[in-house]
């Protein structure tokens, strides 16, 4: 049986290459040999609420309940790009929504998962973005708006993040070593798997009298990325991702 993780896609209508290798993946899933996909944050480029049903929603939409309804159970951890993903999101798709941080029993080794960014503590303004962004109220005010108000909106704070993004340094974007020893010892654990830096590696840390192990996944970028785990191996699968002209 094989379980396998993703993260990072970015999925958008303008990249039909990355959506196409996602559906790819989907179809591909054979619930007989399959007992999970887990997705760790921002399978889209950006989640704008899940009433924004545009054909290219709905196809992504329906592919994910396709794959849920033949057997094979899908997790979703929400990212920095797709935080508003919500319940209904859940139903229609049939996709099981996780928290920040769940810890999973792989093949008999409890195993943290987590999008990553609560991991990044020196990138202190990112931080602040992401607590103001999650408050509930706040959610539930923004997704009471109407949609062409909220597109507007998303928009304009985009183009300040980018702004922003650009005058960082790129150590502060990735994660800090005490984040990482604190959430092993918070949750108790050895093992963890997260996305969002995008620097795919596999890391080992040191922890009180034992070595954790930290596994980075890879953007969908050039390449798509698949962690696959069994319960004798790991193993990265990747391919080119074509863009059709
Ligand atoms: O994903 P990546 O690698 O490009 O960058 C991330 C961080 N950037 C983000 C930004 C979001 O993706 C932008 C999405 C727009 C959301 C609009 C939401 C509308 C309101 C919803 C209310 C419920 O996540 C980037 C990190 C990087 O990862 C590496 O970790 O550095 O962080 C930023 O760029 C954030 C900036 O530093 C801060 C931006 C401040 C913008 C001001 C907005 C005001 C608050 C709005 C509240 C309504
Ligand atoms: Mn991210």
Known sequence: MKTYFISDLHLCETRRGITTSFLELL???DPKETDALYILGDLFEFWVGDDY???????IKNALKD???RGTDIY????NRDFLVGKRFAKQTGVTLLGDETVIDLYGVPTLILHGDTLCTDDVKYQEFRQKVNQPWLQWVFNHLPLSLRLKIVSKVKGQARNDKQDK???IMDVNQ???????NRQQVTHMIHGHTHRPDLHTVELTNQIGERRVLGDWHSHNFVLR???SDHSVIKEPIVEPK
Request: aromatic fraction near 6%; glycine fraction near 4%; charge should be negative.
């Open 53 to 59: 049903n545009t054909p290219f929603n709905l196809q």
């Open 229 to 231: 785990v069994t319960a």
């Open 27 to 29: 179809a591909n899933l």
């Open 178 to 184: 005490h984040a990482v020893v604190d959430a092993f």
């Open 169 to 171: 340094q790129l150590d």
């Open 76 to 79: 979703l951890v929400k990212g």
């Open 67 to 69: 794959a849920v309804d």
